[in-house]
């Protein structure tokens, strides 16, 4: 226990830091109310004046600072009703433009409709038009604003807390075209500019790697390569962090370094060392300007000032300490960020390689420095990715079984070839050499295309891509604690000791994390998707997801919101995915399901032409086994329960996808019935009325149109409760009152998800 009483001696800021970042996180969490928060402040205020306590008053100083600052983040994002759920006409600065294959992402400043001002940004996309937009234009346009709201599921990401702290008032989207009324283009903008296009003329994969080291834009990575980078938990290398701003400052310095003493008069009148750490520190500050300055780099430009100043008071001073001090000053420049991942993903990381790197030996002879830097590259990717896990764990919920493989090999591939080579054509492109770097870009491409092969590979190795559950959150404080209590043993000389729990704690929370929970009571969740149908039929022997939307090349969609929402539930596979026809807020998400779940049996398919030939059916084939249902089909599940395929009938064609829905009719052990029938429409309803019987719960067809639930059809299913999958306020006016009507007039109970997750529980 030495340690532990000498920590607070030998590093003072530990007690009054965690004191304050204790208290800023009380006032972010949104657990407390606000007069609770004021008799806390109060106690603690109290308190210091009778003890005199430091940390105490750290302690009051984070809650009021949290308190305060998170009021002024409110009121900047506060918008009157005049703003929303109306088109309106606005005149606005593009702040970012983000660009995918679908949409355009405008991030706008300046917001102004007639003699209103908006205080926050607004986050405005533009599907399926193409607009030559570029940031620092003032635009005119239509948009319908929005408040930003969560989907509201056991799991979800808590969108509207990401917006408080982006300081994003509202949501919209374009109506009509986009005039351009001004061009004010900045010299950083300008840039940044040249940049891209000298990035313009490579493959989309290393253009988009590229962009991302270079200008903070992601938005370019094919999806395939961005799922191998999480997978092997190498994503921190296409974010501008510590990592890239450090590796920037190396190289500044040691080019400085060289440069000056290749002089003797030099070496004798001018501080070298000196001089060499600065220029460091400024390349990776003109690195992250011109990368826009996104807040992680702003947080990595703090933590490296913050090593550079651990490094000239090396003697006088603990770096930990000055770690600490960093991260006080980065939470009182921006209090929202102390519920940052990064932040803690950087932190955390740094703070044990500043431990470790204390110890570390030296040498003058040339083969071992270089042993000992390879051997330390593999110490610094596996004391990283253990101090990581806990956090990767909670918030990503997945393993990355490969990290330490694919960091110990893209590290070294990142520092020493891909990261020179783009600054060295960053430089170029600035320089107005294009045709040059072009060429150097293109070098670097070379590594970033050897890089992704390797990442791939490592994809095909046994749990290459490995999900867990996230219904355990103590699981993770558990895994922290004991690989924290490891650190310690190690730190006094106990290393058999250290190692026997690590690896002991590595293999329990494996297997813990990797054993699905047995589900011993039937149940339907279906979910809040937006205007898109999904759910999850969970039976004590198998589990039948029901539909995926998404759009074409998104990352977070329906896929990713059902696969997150099976891991909140305890599942970590499908045994069937029915999709019931062949449109994309039925079966968009399905690329993303495939790619957020650890095992797929099969699919469950109508058997017609149009699922044959749908290219999102098509591409997963190849990977999953498709069951395809027809008309007449009768079958048992595992458990006993019976499956009855209502329609469509082989090869069936019609004019409208609608017309080709799987509908399913599902009796439990339990004798209760449950019909799900995709956007079947009217005439179907009249097709399959004399297999009808009435049912205990099903999906309201085609989302609640008037197109279907005809009066004759909801009479024959009389079901006791219907749920309608709409999105919140949707366009449509999805269910129509008279459909819900129908259904009330039976006596029917009427849920909609656009008020949330449905969770029926069958007994």
Same mark, same amino acid.
């Given at each position: 226990?030495?340690?532990?009483?000498?920590?607070?001696?030998?590093?003072?800021?530990?007690?009054?830091?965690?004191?304050?970042?204790?208290?800023?996180?009380?006032?972010?969490?949104?657990?407390?109310?606000?007069?609770?928060?004021?008799?806390?402040?109060?106690?603690?205020?109290?308190?210091?004046?009778?003890?005199?306590?430091?940390?105490?008053?750290?302690?009051?100083?984070?809650?009021?600072?949290?308190?305060?600052?998170?009021?002024?983040?409110?009121?900047?994002?506060?918008?009157?009703?005049?703003?929303?759920?109306?088109?309106?006409?606005?005149?606005?600065?593009?702040?970012?433009?983000?660009?995918?294959?679908?949409?355009?992402?405008?991030?706008?400043?300046?917001?102004?409709?007639?003699?209103?001002?908006?205080?926050?940004?607004?986050?405005?996309?533009?599907?399926?038009?193409?607009?030559?937009?570029?940031?620092?234009?003032?635009?005119?346009?239509?948009?319908?604003?929005?408040?930003?709201?969560?989907?509201?599921?056991?799991?979800?990401?808590?969108?509207?807390?990401?917006?408080?702290?982006?300081?994003?008032?509202?949501?919209?989207?374009?109506?009509?075209?986009?005039? /351009?009324?001004?061009?004010?283009?900045?010299?950083?903008?300008?840039?940044?500019?040249?940049?891209?296009?000298?990035?313009?003329?490579?493959?989309?994969?290393?253009?988009? /790697?590229?962009?991302?080291?270079?200008?903070?834009?992601?938005?370019?990575?094919?999806?395939?390569?961005?799922?191998?980078?999480?997978?092997?938990?190498?994503?921190?290398?296409?974010?501008?962090?510590?990592?890239?701003?450090?590796?920037?400052?190396?190289?500044?310095?040691?080019?400085?370094?060289?440069?000056?003493?290749?002089?003797?008069?030099?070496?004798?009148?001018?501080?070298?060392?000196?001089?060499?750490?600065?220029?460091? %520190?400024?390349?990776?500050?003109?690195?992250?300007?011109?990368?826009?300055?996104?807040?992680?780099?702003?947080?990595?430009?703090?933590?490296?000032?913050?090593?550079?100043?651990?490094?000239?008071?090396?003697?006088?001073? /603990?770096?930990?300490?000055?770690?600490?001090?960093?991260?006080?000053?980065?939470?009182?420049?921006?209090?929202?960020?102390?519920?940052?991942?990064?932040?803690?993903?950087?932190?955390?990381?740094?703070? /044990?390689?500043?431990?470790?790197?204390?110890?570390?030996?030296?040498?003058?002879?040339?083969?071992?420095?270089?042993?000992?830097?390879?051997?330390?590259?593999?110490?610094?990717?596996?004391?990283?990715?253990?101090?990581?896990?806990?956090?990767?764990?909670?918030?990503?919920?997945?393993?990355?079984?490969?990290?330490?493989?694919?960091?110990?090999?893209?590290?070294?591939?990142?520092?020493?070839?891909?990261?020179?080579?783009?600054?060295?054509?960053?430089?170029?492109?600035?320089?107005?050499?294009?045709?040059?770097?072009?060429? %150097?870009?293109?070098?670097?491409?070379?590594?970033?295309?050897?890089?992704?092969?390797?990442?791939?590979?490592?994809?095909?190795?046994?749990?290459?891509?490995?999900?867990?559950?996230?219904?355990?959150? =103590?699981?993770?404080?558990?895994?922290?604690?004991?690989?924290?209590?490891?650190?310690?043993?190690?730190?006094?000389?106990?290393?058999?000791?250290?190692?026997?729990?690590?690896?002991?704690?590595?293999?329990?929370?494996?297997?813990?994390?990797?054993?699905?929970?047995?589900?011993?009571?039937?149940?339907?969740?279906? =979910?809040?998707?937006?205007?898109?149908?999904?759910?999850?039929?969970?039976?004590?022997?198998?589990?039948?997801?029901?539909?995926?939307?998404?759009?074409? +090349?998104?990352?977070?969609?329906?896929?990713?919101?059902?696969?997150?929402?099976?891991?909140?539930?305890?599942?970590?596979?499908?045994?069937?995915?029915?999709?019931?026809?062949?449109?994309?807020?039925?079966?968009?998400?399905?690329?993303?399901?495939?790619?957020?779940?650890?095992?797929?049996?099969?699919?469950?398919?109508?058997?017609?032409?149009?699922?044959?030939?749908?290219?999102?059916?098509?591409?997963?084939?190849?990977?999953?086994?498709?069951? =395809?249902?027809?008309?007449?089909?009768?079958?048992?599940?595992?458990?006993?329960?019976?499956?009855? %395929?209502?329609?469509?009938?082989?090869?069936?064609?019609?004019?409208?996808?609608?017309?080709?829905?799987?509908?399913?009719?599902?009796?439990?052990?339990?004798?209760?019935?449950?019909?799900?029938?995709?956007?079947?429409?009217?005439?179907?309803?009249?097709?399959?009325?004399?297999?009808?019987?009435?049912?205990?719960?099903?999906?309201?067809?085609?989302?609640?149109?008037?197109?279907?639930?005809?009066?004759?059809? %909801?009479?024959?299913?009389?079901?006791?409760?219907?749920?309608?999958?709409?999105?919140?306020?949707?366009?449509? +006016?999805?269910?129509?009152?008279?459909?819900?009507?129908?259904?009330?007039?039976? +006596?029917?109970?009427?849920?909609?998800?656009?008020?949330?997750?449905?969770?029926?529980?069958?007994?």
């Amino acid at each position: 226990m030495g340690i532990l009483f000498t920590l607070p001696k030998h590093i003072p800021l530990l007690l009054p830091c965690l004191a304050w970042v204790f208290g800023l996180v009380l006032t972010r969490l949104d657990v407390f109310s606000f007069y609770q928060l004021a008799g806390f402040c109060v106690l603690l205020f109290v308190l210091w004046f009778k003890w005199r306590k430091s940390f105490v008053l750290l302690l009051f100083c984070g809650l009021f600072y949290g308190g305060f600052s998170l009021v002024l983040d409110q009121q900047r994002v506060a918008v009157d009703t005049s703003w929303l759920d109306k088109k309106i006409n606005i005149t606005a600065k593009i702040e970012q433009l983000t660009q995918t294959q679908t949409y355009y992402r405008l991030r706008l400043s300046h917001v102004q409709s007639e003699d209103k001002i908006l205080s926050g940004f607004a986050d405005v996309y533009l599907y399926g038009k193409q607009q030559h937009l570029k940031p620092d234009m003032w635009i005119q346009t239509h948009v319908k604003f929005h408040l930003p709201r969560n989907l509201l599921n056991p799991a979800y990401f808590d969108y509207q807390h990401y917006t408080l702290t982006q300081h994003i008032a509202v949501i919209g989207s374009v109506s009509g075209d986009i005039q /351009v009324l001004a061009n004010d283009m900045s010299w950083l903008e300008s840039g940044r500019e040249k940049i891209r296009m000298a990035l313009a003329h490579l493959e989309r994969q290393q253009q988009g /790697v590229l962009s991302a080291l270079l200008l903070a834009d992601r938005s370019h990575i094919p999806l395939h390569i961005d799922d191998a980078f999480a997978a092997s938990g190498a994503t921190h290398l296409l974010a501008i962090s510590g990592l890239h701003m450090g590796m920037v400052a190396a190289w500044g310095f040691l080019f400085t370094w060289w440069l000056m003493t290749r002089r003797e008069n030099w070496i004798v009148r001018f501080p070298v060392r000196a001089v060499a750490l600065s220029m460091g %520190v400024l390349l990776a500050m003109a690195y992250a300007t011109l990368a826009g300055w996104p807040i992680p780099a702003q947080r990595a430009s703090l933590m490296l000032l913050a090593g550079v100043v651990a490094w000239w008071l090396r003697a006088q001073q /603990v770096p930990l300490n000055t770690m600490l001090a960093a991260l006080f000053l980065i939470t009182l420049i921006d209090p929202a960020s102390i519920l940052s991942v990064s932040l803690w993903l950087s932190f955390s990381a740094t703070v /044990v390689l500043l431990l470790w790197m204390k110890t570390q030996p030296q040498a003058d002879h040339w083969g071992r420095r270089i042993w000992l830097w390879f051997k330390a590259m593999f110490v610094v990717s596996l004391l990283a990715s253990l101090a990581t896990l806990p956090l990767i764990g909670f918030v990503f919920e997945r393993i990355p079984t490969w990290g330490l493989l694919a960091n110990a090999v893209l590290v070294p591939l990142y520092a020493f070839w891909i990261l020179p080579l783009a600054l060295l054509g960053e430089a170029l492109a600035l320089l107005h050499l294009e045709p040059w770097a072009v060429d %150097v870009f293109n070098l670097a491409g070379l590594g970033i295309h050897w890089g992704s092969v390797f990442l791939l590979w490592l994809q095909t190795l046994p749990a290459g891509n490995l999900w867990v559950r996230s219904d355990m959150p =103590w699981l993770f404080v558990l895994l922290a604690i004991l690989l924290l209590s490891a650190g310690i043993l190690w730190a006094k000389d106990n290393k058999k000791s250290a190692i026997v729990i690590v690896l002991s704690s590595l293999g329990l929370y494996a297997a813990v994390a990797l054993h699905e929970k047995q589900t011993r009571q039937p149940a339907l969740f279906v =979910w809040d998707v937006g205007q898109g149908a999904s759910g999850l039929l969970s039976l004590p022997n198998f589990h039948i997801l029901l539909d995926v939307p998404g759009k074409h +090349g998104s990352k977070f969609n329906g896929g990713t919101i059902a696969s997150a929402n099976a891991r909140k539930l305890g599942l970590l596979h499908l045994d069937a995915v029915v999709l019931s026809h062949a449109q994309s807020d039925h079966a968009g998400g399905l690329s993303r399901l495939l790619a957020t779940t650890n095992h797929i049996n099969e699919l469950w398919l109508a058997d017609v032409p149009k699922n044959h030939n749908y290219p999102a059916f098509k591409q997963v084939m190849q990977k999953v086994h498709v069951l =395809w249902l027809k008309r007449g089909d009768v079958f048992q599940l595992k458990g006993g329960e019976n499956v009855q %395929v209502l329609w469509p009938p082989k090869d069936y064609q019609a004019n409208n996808n609608n017309q080709t829905s799987l509908v399913l009719l599902i009796t439990l052990t339990t004798g209760q019935k449950l019909l799900f029938a995709g956007d079947m429409e009217a005439a179907v309803e009249q097709q399959i009325l004399a297999d009808l019987p009435a049912v205990d719960v099903m999906l309201m067809p085609h989302h609640g149109s008037k197109t279907s639930s005809t009066d004759t059809f %909801v009479a024959k299913v009389r079901p006791k409760l219907v749920i309608a999958q709409t999105g919140y306020q949707n366009f449509y +006016g999805f269910p129509k009152a008279e459909v819900v009507q129908r259904y009330a007039d039976v +006596g029917s109970q009427i849920l909609n998800t656009a008020n949330g997750a449905v969770m029926i529980y069958f007994n």
